[in-house]
């Protein structure tokens, strides 16, 4: 399972001079990253800030299932240190099943989908 969280650091460095803000920033997304790498179930992640605006910043980490993601955020020092970051990301769909990985060496894995075959989807654009 893959968890994408779009982040907004609040302040794009390139355009309002450095203050500092990004590096505080960058030092919470790396604590968050290393709390969940902590965590059982985890398989990798990393924090990336964009390359055209310095305020846009993304945690992406991959999950050996939706069951540790989902225990992987319960831990305490997850909810005590990285969940008011967390809290900050952009209301996007965030949790992705891989269903094709290839790794350096060009070798596939192909993957069938966990979701039910019945299961519903969330339309995120309707009115509420």
Not at 14 to 36: C, I, M
């Amino acid at each position: 399972m893959i968890a994408v969280l779009h982040l907004n650091s609040g302040s794009d460095t390139a355009n309002s001079g450095p203050d500092g803000a990004a590096d505080g920033f960058q030092q919470q997304a790396q604590t968050a990253l290393r709390l969940l790498a902590a965590r059982p179930g985890f398989v990798r992640g990393s924090v990336g800030r964009a390359t055209d605006d310095s305020s846009a910043w993304l945690l992406l980490t991959e999950w050996e299932s939706v069951g540790a993601y989902r225990r992987g955020l319960g831990g305490y020092q997850v909810k005590l240190l990285a969940t008011p970051l967390l809290a900050q990301a952009e209301d996007r769909p965030s949790a992705f099943e891989a269903l094709l990985t290839i790794d350096a060496s060009g070798t596939e894995t192909a993957t069938e989908s966990d979701r039910a075959v019945d299961a519903a989807w969330t339309d995120r654009t309707a009115d509420s």
